[in-house]
């Protein structure tokens, strides 16, 4: 039988055993073919197993049958409990170190064996592989004292943060960049940015990162570069690395930068899927509605490329009879509503079941959609990539409903990253994705990593961070060559790089202009007026590069951050922005959510990084923007409190609280939060209760 003639009798009712037995035999010849395509050969095992139960009625002892082919496929987590000795021996040997509860499946025990053996690996594996249970797994059985990883987004950073703290109850887990380890055992996690504000760590046992493509500065993220510059200062002195991604065909001269190194790229696939293709008529919300009623029961993913586009599409969403109703959501959707805002697409779309998640969203509001929609009692989230990378959720379905990622056309590998998330290991072995656009051409992915390369034409940006000793000497001598003609420091254009360094130094000479008049507005300290924060951001503004998160302009700026610095509540501060009703509302309810993501970090950068140019052209001491930076990265939230937001307390009742908590103390007022219900007894509702209670986990 063919490949599909297997598929399709799988699909069919099987009449007897002997059809049963015709078709496991077929399955097997097939496997064992030398001819034959492994991933192919495993998604017809995976169909197998979903109907284990059936074929088992049919034929009695089939089910030992389909151990045996398991066990020849290196599916090993799913080989049942019941199976013959031979099967369980071979299980035993692919349970997890110190893990009992996992089993690795073949692929993953090879991975690991390296690993185990101190080698230094650049894993590319499907979405569904399991690549994160190996540093799990590496940590349980060596032990490392020190261990770093970088993740992409606060979101994997949370879910990473929890999955650490859960497992590894001995080690410190730390993720804020003011944070002290305090024992012999630390896991650092946090973003590029987070690790690079950070003093060096050192005696780094285990460097990983996580989603490593982004590595390249050829896909035009804005962040790269941070991520290069973090891989220049723990790459090398590691004693080991690994670094995980999908679906990427190749990463040249890897060994250039660490003779251990080995890539390794496997197509392997514990779970499969089902492709229902709707490109004939292309994006329609009556078909998206139609496709999502014939799958209700279960947990689906809509992929849109933007928040705007979540915004719109939730609104259509709002306006059909799609609803999974609950009584914890109904009154989340009340809470929302009455401490954000009203008009919030998000508030009114969880009383019907529906959830949103892109990077504009709260992060504890983020993580309470996936918890919510993981325990069933949300039935779709719209969502944007924020969600897609390396988030693990319950999603049977996923609907690719937009063809583009921001502006840009999906690529293959991003497609596939996406695709990848229908389906989990023993709760929806064979997912289904819905197609409304016709899936990009197949292309070689090849991930160019800078410090893996010749770096004679290296980024100037890039360059200025990097130790001269790991530089060629015709890039030793480019960099001297740009701080001999540089206004600044080498020093300041090796810390705030990332604006460009012929940017920082056009801003030099606008300072220096600027700051030649002893009434200019740029000469303050503490805390600003309205006109003095416009002044500060004016000039950098159209200068250097930043992400202006959707602000118009500096004076925007400083009205948002002036707004919120007096509001007692966000309620309060988006009341006094949003108008309107519907889309046009949602749309500055998504600028609030954005001005307060930048607030967290792009904003005060820009204001620390013209502190130092200001220093350095006019001396120290003549301005200090620092504190009201700090304030502002706080949301103006005393103290460090605001943080709290990360670890899944909403921002209003960090306000409600704030004076009654340890403010300099974040770990003290963490566990003064956790024990809400002895220290405020009355200051929350019992519906707020069972919020931090499901928030905290």
């Known amino acids: 039988m063919t490949p599909e003639q297997i598929k399709e009798a799988i699909s069919d009712d099987l009449k007897d055993g002997d059809e049963v037995f015709r078709l496991l035999r077929s399955i097997a010849y097939y496997f064992q073919s030398p001819d034959s395509d492994t991933a192919t050969a495993l998604d017809l095992i995976i169909r197998m197993l979903d109907r284990r139960d059936e074929l088992e009625t049919c034929l009695k002892g089939s089910s030992m049958m389909i151990d045996a082919i398991l066990r020849e496929a290196g599916l090993f987590p799913y080989i049942g409990e019941k199976g013959s000795w031979r099967d369980q021996l071979a299980t035993e040997t692919m349970r997890v170190p110190g893990m009992k509860d996992y089993v690795f499946h073949i692929e993953q025990a090879l991975v690991f064996n390296k690993l185990a053996q101190g080698k230094s690996i650049i894993l590319s594996a499907p979405t569904s592989f399991g690549k994160s249970l190996l540093i799990d797994a590496l940590i349980s059985q060596k032990r490392p004292s020190t261990v770093v990883a970088v993740v992409p987004t606060i979101a994997l950073l949370d879910e990473f ?34 690790l690079l504000e950070r003093e060096r760590i050192e005696g780094i046992d285990l460097f990983v990162i996580d989603e490593f493509y982004k590595l390249d500065l050829e896909r035009s993220d804005e962040r790269s570069l941070a991520l290069n510059t973090i891989l220049a200062r723990y790459g090398k002195t590691a004693k080991q690395i690994y670094f995980l991604g999908p679906s990427i065909d190749e990463v040249p001269n890897a060994n250039s930068f660490r003779d251990d190194v080995e890539f390794v790229r496997t197509r392997y696939s514990p779970v499969t899927a089902d492709i229902i293709d709707r490109t004939g008529s292309g994006p329609s919300v009556k078909q998206l509605v139609k496709d999502l009623r014939s799958v209700r029961r279960t947990n689906s993913l809509i992929y849109v490329q933007s928040p705007p586009s979540a915004s719109r599409l939730m609104e259509k969403l709002l306006g059909t009879r799609l609803s999974r109703k609950g009584d914890f959501t109904a009154e989340l959707s009340q809470w929302l509503a009455e401490n954000f805002h009203p008009e919030w697409f998000l508030a009114k779309g969880v009383r019907r079941g529906i959830g949103m998640h892109h990077g504009r969203v709260p992060r504890s509001i983020a993580h309470l959609m996936i918890s919510l929609f993981n325990d069933g009692d949300l039935a779709a989230i719209v969502c944007t990539s924020s969600m897609i990378e390396g988030i693990n959720t319950a999603a049977e379905n996923v609907f690719i409903y937009d063809r583009n990622i921001n502006t840009s056309k999906l690529d293959r590998f991003t497609f596939d990253n996406i695709k990848g998330r229908a389906g989990r290991m023993f709760k929806h072995n064979i997912g289904k994705v819905f197609l409304y656009n016709p899936p990009p051409v197949p292309e070689q992915f090849e991930v160019h990593v800078p410090l893996f390369n010749p770096d004679e034409m290296m980024r100037p940006e890039l360059l200025m961070q990097l130790e001269d000793d790991i530089l060629s000497d015709p890039a030793r001598r480019r960099k001297q060559a740009i701080i001999r003609s540089s206004e600044l420091p080498p020093q300041v254009l090796a810390r705030w790089a990332e604006f460009g360094v012929d940017e920082l130094n056009s801003l030099a000479e606008m300072v220096r202009q600027e700051l030649s008049n002893e009434e200019s507005l740029l000469r303050w300290k ?85 502190n130092d140019v200001v220093d350095a052209v006019i001396g120290t001491g003549e301005v200090d923007y620092r504190v009201y930076a700090a304030q502002l990265q706080g949301l103006f939230i005393p103290g460090d409190l605001r943080a709290l937001d990360e670890f899944g307390v909403p921002v209003p009742i960090i306000q409600r609280l704030a004076s009654d908590l340890p403010q300099q103390d974040f770990r003290e007022a963490r566990e003064t939060i956790r024990a809400f219900e002895t220290e405020f007894p009355n200051r929350l509702t019992d519906f707020e209760g069972e919020l931090l209670r499901r928030c905290l986990d």
């Open 526 to 610: 503490g805390i600003p007026e309205f006109e003095e924060v416009e002044a500060t951001f004016e000039l950098p503004w159209s200068i250097l590069r930043f992400s202006k998160h959707g602000l118009r302009s500096a004076r925007q700026v400083a009205h948002f951050a002036n707004r919120l610095r007096k509001s007692s509540s966000i309620r309060e501060f988006m009341d006094g922005l949003v108008s309107g009703t519907g889309l046009e509302a949602q749309a500055e309810i998504d600028r609030c959510f954005n001005f307060m993501r930048g607030a967290e970090y792009s904003f005060p950068q820009v204001l620390r990084a013209f």
């Open 161 to 194: 943060r929890r999955r650490m703290e859960r497992r590894f109850p001995a080690y410190q887990v730390i993720t804020r960049t003011n944070e002290i380890p305090t024992q012999k055992l630390a896991i650092y996690i946090g973003t590029q940015e987070r």
